[in-house]
């Protein structure tokens, strides 16, 4: 079935990887810009190091992707962030993977309690200062303003920003992204009925065509996770800790 062979995915080959089923020597990890985590990564033909995006299949206990959830004690700023229950023998598997990939002996491992009874794995964005809501001039003939369009006397060289929801290419260009980021909330349950299409086989090349969700998955339904993985230390504290950056959410089925 479609979704027994998501389960057993190792990678596309080029993007994603299913840390479960990967094999840990494929991959390295490395540092970028001024940060000093190492992040999973691996060696394009050209030698340049881009960071790995990674796959956990799982089972909601709370979402908060689509509309983001307060964070910190005063409530000013806000998160995106899922927790989850992953397969037990393919996370177990996938902390057997992490562990090799940053020849680490242990990793503390980012978990949650909710509702005071279900651990889960917690992977989430960079929390941020709650955004004041923008116009939205999505519609057909929507003017850009003279600031945003081209400079007089010439057209701007500045960079377009990444998107992490537009392409697998931008998503992998951060290792953390914020709230304030269109971090991408898919629904693919099409591609995962029973009675779907024969022609209708999942790939990580649709992923930017499907649907967006209006809502957040509930409790008890199947998503896959898509993330990157990084480690860090903490100032007096012994050990080495696993982050784990939400880079988007694919509905795979309902409860």
Same mark, same amino acid.
């Given at each position: 079935s479609a979704l027994q062979k998501l389960v057993t995915f190792a990678t596309?080959?080029?993007?994603? @990887?299913? %840390?479960?089923?990967?094999?840990?020597?494929?991959v390295v990890t490395t540092t970028f810009g001024q940060s000093i985590n190492p992040v999973l990564s691996w060696a394009l033909r050209s030698g340049q190091m881009v960071r790995v995006i990674c796959m956990s299949l799982g089972f909601v206990?709370?979402?908060n992707v689509v509309? %983001?959830?307060?964070?910190?004690?005063?409530?000013?700023? !806000?998160?995106k962030s899922i927790l989850f229950g992953p397969v037990r023998a393919e996370?177990?598997?996938?902390?057997?993977?992490?562990?090799?990939?940053?020849?680490?002996?242990?990793?503390?491992?980012?978990?949650?309690?909710?509702?005071?009874?279900?651990?889960? @794995?917690? @992977?989430?964005?960079?929390? !941020?200062?709650?955004?004041p809501a923008l116009p939205d001039i999505s519609f057909i003939g929507a003017t850009p303003t003279k600031r945003s369009g081209k400079k007089a006397g010439g057209s701007t060289?500045?960079?377009?920003p990444s998107v992490p929801s537009r392409s697998l290419l931008e998503m992998r260009d951060k290792t953390t992204w914020s709230t304030n980021d269109d971090v991408g909330a898919w629904d693919g349950t099409e591609y995962f009925k029973r009675n779907k299409? %024969?022609?209708?086989?999942? !790939?990580?090349?649709?992923?930017?065509?499907l649907p967006r969700l209006t809502a957040? %998955?509930?409790?008890?339904?199947?998503?896959?996770?898509l993330y990157s993985a990084s480690t860090y230390r903490r100032d007096n504290v012994a050990g080495t800790s696993l982050s784990l950056n939400l880079y988007g959410i694919v509905l795979v089925s309902r409860k």
């Open positions: 596309d080959g080029a993007y994603v @990887i299913n %840390p479960a089923r990967q094999d840990p020597c494929s206990f709370t979402c509309f %983001p959830a307060s964070f910190g004690k005063q409530g000013t700023q !806000s998160v996370w177990e598997r996938t902390v057997g993977f992490f562990g090799s990939a940053f020849k680490q002996d242990s990793l503390g491992v980012p978990t949650f309690t909710a509702s005071q009874r279900y651990v889960g @794995i917690s @992977i989430r964005t960079f929390p !941020s200062e709650v955004a060289s500045a960079k377009v299409k %024969p022609s209708m086989k999942f !790939s990580f090349d649709v992923l930017h065509t957040d %998955p509930n409790f008890g339904d199947t998503v896959m996770v």
